[in-house]
């Protein structure tokens, strides 16, 4: 199955595999000096950080919300685990959508640039 650009593919799977070059992730492999967020105070930047927490991408987060809002067609509460792994309780398309929208967020953000 063909989702999308490759580069977003892999920053993804970097992402749930703590593999990524997230702060925390960086200095648990002793690549960096720090965990910490350099936009957030006392936050370690890691995938719940980049995703849910950090005022940097506020924007960009009310948009992944919304369209995981729209996906599910209601408020349905989401957590780390069902943006970096999907739905087990839904089928491919639903959650080939739901990787989209984060994929989508982590272009836009332009964090892994």
Do not use: W
């Not at 199955?1 to 749930?16: D, E, V």
């Not at 989401?78 to 982590?106: C, M, R, W």
């Amino acid at each position: 199955m063909n989702s999308g650009k490759r580069k977003y593919n892999i920053i993804h799977c970097q992402s749930r595999n703590s593999a990524s070059n997230l702060m925390v992730n960086l200095y648990n492999q002793c690549l960096s000096n720090t965990p910490m967020c350099e936009h957030c105070i006392d936050s370690v930047a890691d995938a719940h950080n980049y995703f849910f927490t950090c005022p940097k991408y506020t924007n960009f987060k009310d948009v992944l919300c919304q369209t995981i809002h729209n996906i599910f067609d209601c408020d349905h509460i989401f957590d780390l685990d069902l943006l970096l792994y999907g739905s087990p309780d839904h089928g491919l398309n639903l959650n080939t959508q739901i990787i989209e929208a984060v994929k989508t967020y982590i272009e836009a953000t332009k964090r892994f640039i």
